[in-house]
Structure formats: C-alpha cells, structure tokens
C-alpha cells in the first residue's frame, strides 16, 4: 500500500475528447481510465494538475501540415485549441484539480511532457510550480502511455521529483506497452495500481 500525502502530486495526461474513443487520434480503451482517475482525484494529494494538448492549426506534428499520411510522430490533426476535441472530457472530474497546464502550443516544436516541450528546453512551468508548493513525488495517470504519459514520467524524474506511473489508470495508443515499462522501469520510475494507493 502506497500512502499518498499533501507531498504527492496527481498529474492527469490528456484526458481529452479527441483522445478518447471517437476521437481524431483515438486510444483504444482511452474513456476507461476516465472513472480510475475520478477515484484517485479523492485521495489527499497536496496538489492536483491536468494538462492538455494545444495545437495551433497548421502544427508541426500534424502530417496534414506536410502534406503526408499520418504515422507515429506525424499525427493527424488533433487538440486544435479551443475546438472541442481539445476539451477535457465531460466525464473528468476537475473539482479538485488546482492547476491546467497547455502545451505543445509552438507552431514549430511538438510537446509530449507536461514539463518540456520536444526541444528539452522549453518548461511549461509545472515543474517550479510543483516544487515551489512543496511536491516531491508526483503519480502521473492519463492518455497516452507510450507518448504524453511517458514523456512526462522521465521528465518529472529528471527535475527532481520521484514519479510514479499507475498503470490502470494509463492507455497506449501504440501496440507495445511492454517497451514503455521497460524504458520506465530504467529511469527509476515505479509502475502501481490504483488500488495500491491510500490516504492515510
Ligand atoms: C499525444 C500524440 C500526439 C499524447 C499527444 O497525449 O500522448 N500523442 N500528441
Ligand atoms: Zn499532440
């Protein structure tokens, strides 16, 4: 059993509408992680993040922009800011949820971590909030595994925080979630459940 404190971040990943079933860029099963999260919201994390992908139209991670098929790293179009599928979903309950991170907001730089855009250089601002609030581990849940949950995980970890990734509470889009635990599992980074997780 993990106790979660008033130390402990809840980070939620992309829980938007074009992310869920229906939606431009899909992930399979992504709308079940929806009621996972609402649990967890309730235990006593000291704060509670959400982040959202934001593109401009025209992003450079659109393979429309290039004129191309879409493949992984070219995307089709998705998270259009101030479009619907760039919501959060309806579903998610925000109530407890203190802050809202957009990123991937460059025209010319894409941005899976909810820390630093693509470029490693650019901070979105998550990170000096969090630690100036007195966070040291943060639980990172949300869309997609492969991409935007893992991206952040290795990022947390590398500015200092410990980072968690709870697995139910995560979908990949791609076919091989076993590589992202692996490459997880080598930066340090710890794969729990949601029923691990208490309040003390
Ligand atoms: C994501 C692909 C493109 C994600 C965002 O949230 O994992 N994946 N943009
Ligand atoms: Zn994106």
Request: net charge negative; aromatic share 6%.
């Amino acid at each position: 059993m993990i106790h979660v404190t008033v130390h402990d971040a809840l980070l939620a990943i992309d829980l938007q509408n074009d992310f869920l079933p229906g939606g431009a860029l899909a992930v399979p099963q992504g709308d079940a992680v929806i009621p996972v999260v609402n649990h967890l919201t309730l235990l006593p994390f000291g704060q509670q993040a959400a982040s959202q992908d934001w593109h401009p139209h025209g992003h450079v991670s659109f393979a429309s922009t290039h004129g191309r098929k879409a493949t992984p790293d070219h995307w089709p179009d998705h998270c259009v800011a101030g479009t619907h599928g760039a919501e959060l979903a309806a579903a998610l309950h925000q109530a407890r949820i203190g802050m809202v991170i957009r990123k991937g907001r460059d025209p010319d730089i894409d941005s899976y971590s909810a820390f630093l855009d693509n470029d490693g250089a650019t901070r979105t601002g998550l990170d000096s909030w969090l630690a100036g609030l007195g966070i040291n581990r943060v639980f990172i849940v949300g869309l997609a595994l492969d991409y935007c949950v893992r991206a952040t995980a290795i990022d947390a970890k590398a500015l200092g925080f410990a980072a968690i990734v709870v697995e139910d509470a995560c979908r990949a889009v791609g076919p091989d979630p076993q590589a992202t635990w692996q490459v997880l599992a080598q930066h340090g980074i710890e794969r729990v459940q949601a029923a691990d997780l208490a309040g003390l």
